[in-house]
């Protein structure tokens, strides 16, 4: 049974740093991408880092600079390094894969990923 769990969610003051943790299982080949995606109160879900399987990282223009995605294959755990945290950062978090087979959509879109996790929040206070 495939499985994705967030962990590292939290409040943090602006400027603060988190660190998300996507523990992957079940998972019988290695996923061509993982990805993390937010949705903010009122807000449609938004991709905003990606890392294709070979390591190279996608990036959304509102955290391109600021957030770090990567992936640590032995441990099966995709991570998202978040610094420089603003108060537009609230938002859940999710972690997200590809199946075995999919269609590509895009690195940062949606319809890219069948799996996903169940989220963790983040609120960033001024």
């Known amino acids: 049974q495939v499985q994705l769990v967030e962990s590292g969610g939290g409040s943090v003051q602006s400027g603060g740093s988190l660190r998300l943790s996507c523990a992957a299982s079940?998972?019988?080949?290695?996923?061509?991408?993982m990805g993390w995606f937010r949705q903010a109160p009122g807000k449609e879900l938004e991709g905003i880092a990606a890392i294709r399987s070979d390591g190279i990282p996608y990036y959304a223009d509102s955290v391109k600079g600021r957030f770090t995605i990567s992936q640590d294959n032995v441990k099966n755990t995709l991570y998202l390094q978040m610094n420089t945290l603003i108060p537009e950062d609230t938002a859940m978090y999710y972690c997200?894969?590809?199946?075995?087979?999919?269609?590509?959509?895009?690195?940062?879109?949606?319809?890219?990923?069948?799996?996903w996790g169940q989220g963790t929040k983040v609120t960033v206070s001024s």
């Open positions: 997200a894969a590809t199946g075995t087979y999919f269609t590509y959509y895009g690195a940062l879109n949606l319809r890219t990923y069948a799996y």
């Open positions: 079940g998972f019988t080949a290695s996923m061509s991408y």
